[in-house]
């Protein structure tokens, strides 16, 4: 049973959207739309926001409200069987977190080498054995915000970081207009190619990345709700929460864009965007130095108020299922993050850990990033909605019931169909032609 509250319901909103608001929006968004035809994907983009990730946000935290628990917890309240349901959707969110925290990691020694007057290529960053070091600093400075609590240290955190993250993205996209690839980057962005929606591969890389950035379906948002007080609107929240996800990936999409035509770059080289075409253009441009270093500093502060969202989910279901106080929980929660971490950071390290030729780190993105999302949602519509694991949740839903019992499923079905015949497509031609 949770004890803990949010101190009011700008620090529950502040909380939240920091959950939201993290390398999804500002490294992922942008590299996914430059690989996915600009501003067409926009138009997937939002209709997954709005059909989707809004009802299950409600759908979460009014099932963390109603049940006062972890999600694991949550899980088993439903049925014999649904235990390992929850655990399977906690381990999901520990392998994202194990990842998140190497990338988390990159970003800090980006940050380092602007700020202390140098610069540096992602093939020298990864040259060395500093991503490893940066893998376990974020980490222990993610557990040690998380063993202070709900207040005192989530969101405590959400409070000064937040404000701060939309301000530097506001003030760096508004400087960035100014540069002279302003009118391609706007173009690209804002001026769709319709005729690419025809393409599943596109709504299945929209629908994936909403799932990501707006931290749904995963017991993040039930985890924070089981902290909320009983007058909170949720449908409102939850709206509140969306739009600022979407401006601060369009946010960024403003910021780094005009950089990249600026310079010259090609917008398409999907994650490295961040890592390597960003620097590149950095390095290139007026203020570049102040720019980077604003651009790495917010991207590490949303980064970490993620992050702690992720390990609180694991954390919250590791101390209700061993009885260990917080600070105990969250050791061992953050114990088993190296451990699980570990070979992600070395797959960018002198060790070039990979399998099948591909770095683990990609591999995990690939399958516990990406595919593993809608599937993990779906198991919440069936034990929280379909099962009727969380009783009266359905009045909390009103009219979006429907929505989540049907839509939402058959979406998520149809998206991961899309995903599969993405990759069936180019095989298939390859054995015609
Ligand atoms: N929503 C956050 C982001 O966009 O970076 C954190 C996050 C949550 C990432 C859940 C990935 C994920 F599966």
Do not use: H
Not at 230 to 253: E, F, K, M, Q
Not at 338 to 367: K, M, N
């Amino acid at each position: 049973m949770a004890t803990e509250r949010w101190s009011s319901r700008p620090g529950f909103l502040l909380a939240t959207v920091g959950a939201a608001v993290g390398l999804g929006n500002i490294w992922r968004f942008p590299a996914v739309l430059g690989t996915n035809g600009g501003g067409a994907y926009l138009v997937p983009y939002l209709l997954a926001v709005g059909c989707c990730a809004v009802p299950l946000l409600v759908l979460e935290l009014a099932v963390g409200r109603r049940l006062r628990t972890d999600v694991v917890s949550a899980f088993r309240g439903v049925g014999p069987g649904y235990g390992v349901l929850g655990w399977a959707v906690a381990g999901g969110v520990l392998l994202v977190l194990s990842y998140y925290l190497v990338l988390t990691g990159w970003v800090f020694g980006f940050l380092g080498a602007w700020a202390t007057g140098g610069s540096t290529t992602f093939a020298a960053f990864t040259a060395g054995w500093l991503p490893v070091g940066c893998f376990v600093a974020v980490t222990v400075l993610v557990a040690a915000v998380v063993s202070l609590g709900v207040r005192d240290g989530i969101e405590r955190l959400a409070r000064v970081v937040m404000p701060t993250v939309f301000l530097l993205l506001a003030g760096i996209a508004a400087y960035n207009l100014t540069l002279p690839g302003r009118d391609a980057a706007l173009a690209f962005l804002f001026t769709p190619d319709l005729s690419v929606l025809g393409d599943p591969g596109l709504w299945s890389a929209a629908f994936g990345q909403v799932f990501f950035s707006l931290s749904v379906g995963q017991g993040i948002m039930l985890t924070y709700g089981s902290y909320l007080d009983d007058g909170t609107p949720l449908v409102r929240s939850s709206l509140v929460i969306a739009a600022a996800d979407v401006a601060a990936a369009l946010l960024a999409g403003l910021v780094i864009f005009p950089v990249v035509f600026t310079a010259g770059l090609t917008p398409t080289l999907g994650t490295e965007l961040a890592f390597t075409t960003l620097p590149e253009a950095f390095g290139a441009m007026p203020f570049g130095r102040v720019v980077a270093v604003g651009f790495f500093g917010l991207l590490l502060l949303a980064a970490l108020t993620s992050a702690v969202s992720l390990l609180e989910v694991v954390v919250a279901a590791a101390a209700n299922a061993t009885r260990l106080d917080r600070r105990r929980a969250t050791a061992g929660a953050t114990a088993l993050v190296f451990v699980l971490g570990l070979p992600s950071a070395l797959s960018y390290s002198p060790v070039r850990l990979a399998v099948a030729g591909r770095p683990v780190l990609d591999l995990v993105d690939e399958s516990a990033g990406t595919y593993a999302l809608p599937l993990s949602a779906l198991c919440l519509v069936a034990a929280f909605v379909w099962a009727g694991g969380a009783g009266a949740v359905r009045a909390e839903l009103g009219r979006l019931d429907p929505l989540v019992r049907y839509a939402i499923p058959a979406v998520l079905v149809a998206a991961t169909g899309a995903k599969l015949l993405g990759v069936a497509r180019p095989a298939w031609r390859l054995l015609v032609d």
